[in-house]
C-alpha cells in the first residue's frame, strides 16, 4: 500500500499533506499531553515495532502469504492518536531509509495508513468490543474486524487517489501522467488484494494478538477498553450538542430546496420547477413527478415533515425541537445497542 | 499495488518466498545488510560523499520533486541520466544500483505498467503478436512516465541513502524544517528497528533450533501471531526502560541535537543548481 514517488501528481500529493497536517498536529499535542516525557521513547519504539510487524509474512489459507501493516495493533493498544503518530513515524523511516513508498507520496501514505487506518480500526474495535471483559472472546472478533476493515478502508483511499490521476492529470492526447488507470480500475485492482490476502492477514495478526495479550498481558488492553467513561469527561460533548441543537434554525437561511430532494409535487409547481432548473445547470425537469417517486412517496408520513411539526407555528421552534427529537432518538437507539452489548458480554 | 516498489526490496529487506520461518529470516537478514551495504558506500569518497548532507537532501528533494512536476518524456530521460551519472561519479556501481534500485522498481511498476499499454484508450499503433490486443499511443506514453517517474525518483532517493550516513541524514532533516522532536523521534526509531529486527531474529532462530520438522501453516500462524505478541510486550517494556535511562541522564521532555556541519561554498552551489531545477520545469511550461 505504499504508494512510490511518480504515481501521483504534485497537487494530489500537496492536498495530502494538507489533509494529513491537521491529524499529525493534534496527534503530537495529544501525545505529548497524554504521556509527557515517556511519549518520545514509547512512540519510538511502537513505530519500530510497526517496521518489523510490516516485515511478517503471515501463511494463509491456500497456500499464498500477506503481510500485515499493523495499523489495527497500534490503535488498539495505544489509541488512535499515539498510532497516528507511531505509523506515520513508521512510514517516514520507510520511505527516507529504505525507499518503502515515496517522499513526494509520504502524505498520501500517512493519511492512508496512519491516519484513516488507525481512525477506522480505533472506531471499528471499540463498536464491535464495547463494554466487553478484557478477555472476552469479542475482543478477538473485534480486534480481527479492525484490522480487516482498516487495512481495506486504507486500500479504498489508495484506489481513489490513484482512480482520480487519469481524470485531472492528462497530456494534451490524453495520456494519463501519472498512475494511468481510472476510478473504475483502480479501485477494485486495489481492494481486490486487500479484501482478500492482505485483508486477512491485517485480520488474523491483529486478532491473534489480541488473543495472546488476553492470555499473558491484557493490562495492555486496558488503554482502548472502552469502559465507563466518567461524566465530567463527556461534558464538553454534552454542551457542544446543546450549542448545536439551539443553532439548528440557521438552517432556515438557506434558500430553496437541496439539490435532488425535492417532492413529487414540486414537479406540478412552477416556481419548484424553476428552481429545479436553475439548480440543474439550467436543464428543464421531467414534465411529472418519475413514476416510481410518485408511488412510493405517499408510503409514508413524517411526524414532523420538513422539520415543522404541524403544532407549532414558530418555525424556528420547530427546527430546535426537530433536533431535540432526532438526536435524543439517536442516544436513545445506541445507548439500548451498548446495553444490550454489555448484558450479553456480562 | 505498489508494495514492494523499494529499490531495497519489499520493507526494505529482500523477502523469502511464503510464509516460512526461513523467508521472515532471510527477510530480517537481508534489512540489517541493507543498513550495513549503505553505510560502507557513504564512507566512500565519490561527488555526492564530500558534500554537506543538508546541501544534498535539499538538492536530491528537488530533482525528486522534478521528476514529478516534468510533463515531459524528454525532461524524465535527462533526469534519469543525471541520476546515473551521479551514481557514477559517487563510486556507486551501476551494478549496485541495478541490483538495488532499478531491477525492483523496474519489475514492480512494470507490472502495473504494462496493462495500461492497452487500456488506456486512443489510437492503436500496433497489435500485440498473437492476442491482436491494440497498443495505444497514450497508452505507451503513460506507461513511460509512470515507469520512468518510479526508477529515476527512486535513483534520486537511494543515492541520498547510499552516499550519507544515516545520523547525517536526519541531522539534515532540520536544514529542511523537520522539527527537532521529530528528528530526535525518527533517530530513536531507526535505531530501534535494528535492535528489534535483532531481536525477532533471534527469537524465530531459537525457534527454529527446537523444530524436528517444518511446521504447517497454522503452526507457522501461530508462531508469527506469538512472535508479534512477545516483540510487541519487550518495545513496551524496552520503551519504559529507555525513558528511565534518558530521565536520569536529565532528560525532561525536550530533544536537543548536535549540529556540527559546516556549509561549503560548493555545497551551496550544488543545492542551488538542483533547485534551478524544478524552477525550469516549471518556468519552461513542464
Known sequence: MHIPDGYLSPATCAVTYAAALPFWIVASRRVGAMMQTTAVPLIALVSAFCFVVMMFNVPLPGGTSGHAVGMGIAAIVLGPWPAIAAISIALLVQAVFFGDGGLTTFGANSLNMAVVGALVAYAVYRLIAGNAALTSRRRVVAGAMAGYVAINVAALCAGVEFGLQPALFHDAAGAPLYAPYPLSVAVPAMLLGHLTFAGLAEALITGGLIAW??????????????????????????????????????????????????????????????????????????????????????????????????????????????????????LVVFGLVAMLAARRAA | MPDGATPFGRCGCA??????????????????????????????????????????????????????????????????????????????????????????????????????????????????????????????????????????????AALLILTTPWSHVLKAMRAVGVPVGLVGLLGMTHRYIFLLLQTALQMFEARRARMLAPPGAAARRRLLVTGVGVLLTRSLALAGEVHLAMVARGYRGNVRLIDDFRLRPRDGLAAGVALLVPLAIVLGGR
Open chain 2, 15 to 156: 523477502r523469502g518466498p511464503g510464509g516460512g520461518i526461513e523467508g521472515l529470516l532471510h527477510g530480517l537478514v537481508g534489512a540489517m545488510e541493507h543498513a550495513g551495504g549503505a553505510e560502507s558506500t557513504a564512507a566512500r569518497r565519490g561527488l555526492l560523499q564530500v558534500l554537506d548532507p543538508r546541501a544534498k537532501l535539499i538538492g536530491l528533494g528537488a530533482l525528486i520533486l522534478s521528476v514529478t512536476l516534468t510533463h515531459r518524456l524528454a525532461v524524465l530521460a535527462a533526469l534519469f541520466a543525471l541520476a546515473v551519472g551521479l551514481a557514477l561519479a559517487s563510486r556507486l556501481a551501476p551494478g549496485r544500483m541495478a541490483r538495488q534500485v532499478w531491477l525492483g522498481v523496474a519489475l514492480f511498476s512494470g507490472a502495473l505498467a504494462l496493462p495500461a499499454l492497452v487500456l488506456v484508450p486512443g489510437p492503436a499503433i500496433l497489435h500485440l503478436p498473437g492476442l491482436g490486443w491494440p497498443v495505444t499511443a497514450p497508452g505507451l506514453t503513460s506507461a513511460a512516465f509512470l515507469l520512468g517517474r518510479a526508477e529515476t525518483a527512486a535513483s534520486f
Open chain 1, 213 to 330: 495479550l488476553q492470555a499473558s498481558e491484557p493490562e495492555l488492553l486496558r488503554r482502548t477498553a472502552g469502559l465507563a467513561v466518567p461524566w465530567r469527561r463527556m461534558r464538553r460533548f454534552w454542551l457542544g450538542l446543546g450549542v448545536l441543537m439551539v443553532a439548528s434554525p440557521l438552517g432556515l437561511l438557506a434558500a430553496g430546496t437541496a439539490w435532488g430532494e425535492w417532492g413529487a409535487g414540486a414537479f406540478a409547481d412552477a416556481a419548484a420547477r424553476q428552481a429545479m432548473a436553475t439548480a440543474s445547470g439550467n436543464m428543464a425537469p421531467p414534465v411529472a413527478a418519475p413514476a416510481g417517486l410518485a408511488r412510493l412517496a405517499g408510503l409514508w408520513t413524517a411526524p414532523m415533515p420538513d422539520y415543522a411539526p404541524a403544532f407549532l407555528h414558530s418555525a424556528a421552534f420547530g427546527y430546535i425541537l426537530s433536533a431535540m427529537v432526532g438526536g435524543g432518538l439517536i
